[in-house]
């Protein structure tokens, strides 16, 4: 069963930083693309980045774009998103998926107040 | 960017009677490689998103037959044949075909 679990999330001041991890199992974790989701409270859903089984190739939001980074630990089976320079408008819940939305995890809350 | 645009944003439905959702596209969805990839994921209230139809028309293991995707280029669909109580919820179309990918806005799928 696939399963990922995010983990990370939590309260920020305007400018802040966080780390978002995503720990996958159940699959052939090195073989597929990952991908951060992100829902704003009450709001629809934003693709945020995608990053290849390789790490060779890194796609971006423009919102995110210089602020945001991914990175992936194949060995770990995990994937990264550093996060930098945080505004209130980056408040969201924060799903990590497989590939184009084939599996969710339960997602982490980032809240970005002062 | 593509803009995915859903209708209609708001869907009341009858237990039991078929519902369908629009979504459209400002660019082709077919890709280089010849297919076309658009994504419908469900919402339930509290949970996470769920992938229900990939490539336009392919449903997920375990999804139900009562769901199905269809459409092609620009103009897709998703019909729900008989509507259920555990259909309630958020629908979202999603295109995997361009950076950035893009999702439409939403439809809640709700009992009358």
């Known amino acids: 069963e696939v399963q990922l679990v995010e983990s990370g999330g939590g309260l920020v001041q305007p400018g802040g930083s966080l780390r978002l991890s995503c720990a996958a199992s159940?699959?052939?974790?090195?073989?597929?693309?990952m991908t951060w989701v992100r829902q704003p409270p009450g709001k629809g859903l934003e693709w945020v980045a995608s990053?290849?089984?390789?790490?060779?190739?890194?796609y971006y939001v423009d919102s995110v774009k210089g602020r945001f980074t991914l990175s992936r630990d194949n060995a770990k089976k995990s994937v990264y998103m550093e996060m930098n320079s945080l505004r209130a408008e980056d408040t969201a819940m924060y799903y990590c998926?497989?590939?184009?939305?084939?599996?969710w995890g339960r997602g982490t809350l980032v809240t970005v107040s002062s | 960017d593509v803009v995915m645009t859903q209708s209609p944003l708001s869907l009341p439905v009858t237990l039991g009677q078929p519902a369908s959702i629009s979504c459209r596209s400002s660019?082709?969805?077919?890709?280089?490689?010849?297919?076309?990839?658009l994504n419908w994921f469900q919402q339930r209230p509290g949970q996470s998103p769920r992938r229900l139809i990939y490539?336009?028309?392919n449903r997920e293991s375990g999804v139900p037959d009562r769901f199905s995707g269809s459409g092609s280029g620009t103009d897709f669909t998703l019909k729900i044949s008989k509507v259920e109580a555990e259909d309630v919820g958020l629908y979202y179309c999603m295109q995997g075909t361009h950076w950035p990918r893009t999702f439409g806005q939403g439809t809640k799928v709700e009992i009358k």
């Open positions: 490539k336009v028309s």
């Open positions: 660019q082709s969805l077919v890709s280089s490689d010849g297919n076309t990839y």
């Open positions: 159940g699959f052939t974790f090195s073989s597929f693309w």
């Open positions: 990053i290849k089984n390789d790490g060779s190739e890194k």
């Open positions: 998926a497989r590939g184009n939305g084939y599996a």
